[in-house]
């Protein structure tokens, strides 16, 4: 067994509303989206209109970067809207679910192909998206070659699902598959990051053709940059790709039955859901049917993904392409009285500023006010304690906000992800949207190579 | 409190642009956020924000400023007691009358320092369109604290407004100011007015104008009788420990300080690396004298000057400013160090002033930014080397 990687640096948010372990078989959700915004960087250009049908793993756009990367419909029906945003941007291509036909694109084993028709068939089948790239945390650049791949194992989010559990009721064969598949498409080695509080009980011990690392620490020890910045970083010029880890079984599915079906469990959680639960759900699927009756009446928000990086959606809104959950919290549309110096026995704070931290609670109920107005940066050494990299995250985002190419270069642009900098984001006194600044950070990077 | 809300929410459309009183926008907010955190939610990014804001971050400084602040008034009644005797300071001599005493001189200081300085800030948020920064709400309450209680209100209005506009706004506001702004005052009235600012007079409430003190007083504080070598006539460490010895307004107690320093780490809001290699610093250079004295001053204890004189104020509220210190966590180690050094360095060795802190405290200030840039360039390097070694597989 390797030797266990261990943060001190990171916070666990203790959010009310976790889900509890009990799974819940999809409801059919009628409507399914697939939304350009969940790729950050992509251009899309549309392959279908309103009106056409199409099968699950049709072609629905394309990357106008790439065009050999394709982003395909989750299920068959027919295309009833393109909802655009500004400037004509495109938002959502949403289907209308009818029958079950999937495009056929063959079962295979992935030792009679070789790398190239497995990317090949990855690319049509529109599932290749799953792979991400570490620089710049987008959808990897087909024609190059990592010198890693990375899975993480665990999700250390607030509110996120138990990956365990999720695993115990997946088809670990798809997984092994899966894993197979992206063994093939590097020289170097697959590495699947597993939580070390829970070596013993993992499913996951058993998978072959992988280097299993351990690693234990608060969030956002679960995020794979953190571990990639650890295990195998990313130096100028180098690529690592990685995989979400259902999305491993969804590759090795495309193999195995020989069609895209991007199914996937996730949990339903957040203070106002009133039963929060986990439940099978397809790519893209709108929300309501997994919602429906289960919510707290009031102002709430639904979030695809977790509440430090996930996506506003409405009731009737879709999962993310990448998310593993939907948290339901309440808006926090109030003036508080005096509330910078109210006691706060009720507030959850990383500093020590508030009466939580003489008495803490087991679990905070957080709305999404902002907690006062943006200012300039003045307290220094906080973002530190929340990331466990070695990279100076002040100074970087200063060299983002004067935009300094070499500067951001030299400290580590190429290793890190908005999600990396959600918790900077969440403890920043002075309310810098720093996860938008590490973006458009690592959108002007991409400009500036290509 | 709801009452209130509706009236802010009918006159604020007023304030906002095209409003009758647009030009008062930025003053508008300040008010208002002071009393009400906005109801702003998040739009993008993390959904969920930490409760923690400037506001807080630095109402909690306020708050460790209080026994400093307390402690002063009685003190300066104390003295005032002390010089001229039950009779002619028409004091009892009892606590309470002391406090009030001192009181009343110190609340002029903090008026004008407040006033001139957030009505510059007021102003220049205004022009800039930004909301009103917090910084000053500290910067406010510290100039008071380090000056001589018998300052000239007018000395210490052009001092806090120098202070506010040359040292922060023309750097671009708080958070770009280089220079500690408070310390930046008390820089301006040191070299611009050295006789209100030093010498034996100046710390005891009315010396200045009435020196009949009572026979054998002495306004001198403990660290000008060390300069002169009179280390023997020093008040005692306990008293010095204590406070009730003169000095400036908040800066003669180091145990009130003290509790003011608990807060500040308890809260988590000071950083305890600088308190720490402040305090190491001060400590190491006073034994280096020690074991090299040639005069009283050099042998005096070298724990005398973690007591004495500003040492214990600047240290906790003045080398812990987040702005103007080093900005990365290993530069706090070396910028503390050499603040604690400096500090007893010029106390000791430069026979122009007695006290050294502040001076010191100016100086890593000016030098914080290149002990951040060996810091950055170290992780740099290592970020490079570890590419190379990669390579060479």
Redesign the interface.
């Given at each position: 067994m390797s030797e266990i990687i261990r943060f001190k640096k990171g916070l666990n948010?203790k959010?009310k509303g976790a889900a509890e372990k009990i799974l819940i078989p999809g409801t059919p959700a009628g409507r399914y989206a697939v939304k350009p915004i969940d790729f950050p960087g992509l251009v899309p250009k549309l392959l279908v209109k309103p009106g056409d049908e199409v099968k699950a793993g049709s072609s629905l756009f394309f990357d106008k970067n790439a065009a050999e990367i394709k982003f395909a419909s989750p299920v068959s029906g027919k295309v009833v809207d393109v909802v655009r945003g500004e400037r004509r941007r495109i938002l959502e291509v949403i289907i209308e679910e009818q029958g079950r036909e999937y495009v056929n694109f063959g079962a295979a084993k992935p030792d009679s192909l070789s790398a190239e028709e497995i990317k090949a068939r990855l690319l049509d089948s529109g599932l290749w998206p799953v792979i991400r790239q570490r620089p710049y945390h987008i959808v990897a650049i087909p024609g190059q070659e990592p010198k890693s791949i990375f899975i993480s194992g665990f999700d250390t989010s607030?509110l996120a699902p138990d990956y365990d559990f999720v695993m115990h009721n997946s088809d670990m064969k798809e997984f092994q598959l899966g894993i197979d598949v992206l063994g093939r498409l590097t020289n170097g080695k697959v590495n699947l990051v597993l939580d070390a509080t829970n070596i013993s009980g993992s499913v996951m011990r058993g998978v072959n053709g992988v280097v299993t690392h351990y690693v234990k620490g608060p969030h956002p020890a679960g995020n794979v940059g953190v571990q990639i910045h650890h295990i195998d970083?990313v130096?100028?010029g180098?690529v690592v790709w990685y995989v979400n880890l259902q999305d491993v079984s969804a590759i090795g599915r495309l193999f195995s039955e020989g069609v895209y079906r991007h199914d996937r469990i996730i949990a339903l959680a957040g203070s106002e859901v009133l039963k929060p639960s986990y439940h099978r759900i397809r790519s893209g699927a709108s929300i309501s049917s997994t919602i429906t009756g289960n919510i707290r009446p009031g102002d709430v928000?639904y979030?695809s993904g977790n509440?430090?990086?996930?996506t506003?959606v409405t009731d009737k809104g879709f999962l993310g392409f990448y998310d593993n959950m939907i948290?339901v919290?309440p808006?926090?549309?109030?003036?508080?009285?005096?509330?910078?110096?109210s006691p706060?026995f009720s507030?959850?704070?990383?500093?020590?500023?508030?009466g939580s931290s003489i008495l803490p609670r087991k679990e905070y109920v957080?709305?999404?006010?902002?907690?006062?107005?943006?200012?300039?940066?003045?307290?220094?050494?906080m973002y530190?304690k929340v990331l466990p990299m070695?990279?100076?995250p002040?100074?970087l985002l200063k060299s983002i906000l004067v935009n300094d190419i070499d500067m951001m270069e030299?400290?580590?642009i190429y290793e890190v992800a908005?999600e990396d900098f959600?918790l900077c984001?969440?403890?920043?006194?002075?309310?810098i949207?720093?996860?938008?600044l590490i973006r458009k950070g690592l959108d002007l990077m991409i400009r500036e190579m290509n | 409190m709801k009452f209130l809300r509706k009236q802010l929410d009918r006159i604020k459309p007023h304030f906002h642009k095209g409003g009758r009183f647009s030009a008062f926008q930025s003053v508008f907010e300040g008010f208002e956020t002071f009393m009400f955190v906005p109801d702003t939610v998040t739009s993008k990014g993390s959904h969920v924000r930490d409760p923690i804001d400037l506001k807080r971050s630095m109402f909690m400084v306020i708050i460790a400023l209080m026994p400093a602040l307390i402690f002063g008034c009685y003190n300066i009644g104390l003295q005032h007691f002390r010089a001229y005797g039950p009779v002619l300071s028409g004091l009892d001599g009892s606590l309470p009358g002391l406090f009030w005493f001192g009181l009343l001189r110190v609340l002029p200081l903090i008026v004008v320092s407040y006033g001139v300085g957030l009505g510059i800030e007021f102003f220049t948020a205004q022009k800039r369109g930004h909301e009103i920064n917090e910084g000053f709400l500290v910067s406010g309450m510290l100039i008071p604290l380090i000056v001589p209680v018998d300052i000239p209100l007018w000395m210490l209005a052009i001092a806090t407004a120098f202070a506010v506009i040359i040292g922060k706004e023309v750097f671009g506001g708080t958070g770009m100011n280089i220079l500690n702004p408070a310390l930046t005052a008390r820089a301006f009235l040191f070299f611009s007015y050295p006789a209100w600012m030093s010498g034996d007079k100046v710390w005891i409430k009315g010396m200045m104008t009435n020196p009949d003190v009572i026979d054998g007083f002495s306004g001198a504080t403990p660290l000008a009788l060390a300069a002169a070598n009179e280390t023997g006539s020093m008040p005692s460490a306990m008293e010095m420990f204590i406070g009730t010895i003169p000095g400036s307004v908040g800066e003669t107690s180091t145990v009130a300080i003290l509790i003011g320093a608990l807060i500040l780490l308890a809260t988590g809001i000071g950083s305890w690396k600088i308190m720490l290699s402040v305090t190491l610093g001060g400590l190491g250079m006073g034994l280096l004298m020690n074991l090299v004295a040639v005069n009283p001053y050099m042998e005096m204890p070298a724990y005398y000057h973690l007591i004495s004189g500003g040492f214990a104020f600047g240290t906790v509220f003045m080398a812990t400013d987040p702005v103007t210190a080093t900005q990365t966590e290993r530069g706090k180690w070396i910028y503390g160090f050499l603040i604690g050094v400096l500090a007893v360095l010029i106390r000791v060795l430069n026979p122009a002033y007695p006290e050294g802190m502040m001076l010191a405290i100016l100086l890593m200030n000016v030098f914080a930014p290149l002990i951040d840039h060996y810091i950055v360039q170290a992780n740099i390097r290592r970020r490079l080397k570890r590419a190379s070694v990669q390579k060479a597989y």
């Open positions: 948010i959010l607030p970083p130096n100028k180098e928000r979030i509440v430090l990086t996930g506003t948290t919290i808006e926090g549309k109030y003036h508080e009285f005096f509330g910078w110096i706060g507030k959850f704070s990383f500093t020590r500023a508030f957080l709305d999404t006010n902002m907690h006062g107005g943006e200012r300039a940066f003045v307290l220094t050494g530190e070695d990279i100076y002040m100074q030299n400290l580590g908005e959600a984001e969440y403890i920043c006194p002075s309310k949207e720093i996860q938008a | -």
